[in-house]
């Protein structure tokens, strides 16, 4: 369990630490993460996850690692590749 959250972080962080408005960045991205898993807001923090859970967000991340966070005008978050 330890590993796959390391693994989970890992992908993740890069996107808000050490950027503008990381905190509103980190919480979006968790609120996109929890919906595409399915899942309340509230439950999506991979220190709560169970081992299937972090499976599906690995999965999830590695598809964006290399694309970038961008927002569109109604203030939801996406991926693009440059």
């Given at each position: 369990?330890?590993?796959?959250?390391r693994?989970?972080?890992?992908?993740?962080?890069?996107?808000?630490?050490?950027k503008p408005?990381?905190?509103?960045?980190?919480?979006?991205?968790?609120?996109?993460?929890?919906?595409?898993?399915g899942i309340p807001f509230g439950d999506c923090h991979f220190g709560y996850?169970?081992?299937?859970?972090?499976?599906?967000a690995?999965?999830?991340l590695l598809k964006i690692?290399?694309?970038?966070m961008r927002y569109d005008n109604h203030g939801r978050i996406y991926f693009t590749s440059e």
């Open positions: 369990m330890r590993k796959g959250k693994l989970c972080h890992g992908l993740f962080d890069p996107f808000w630490q050490g408005k990381a905190r509103k960045k980190r919480r979006d991205l968790y609120s996109w993460l929890s919906k595409q898993l996850f169970d081992l299937e859970h972090l499976r599906d690995y999965r999830l690692q290399r694309q970038e």
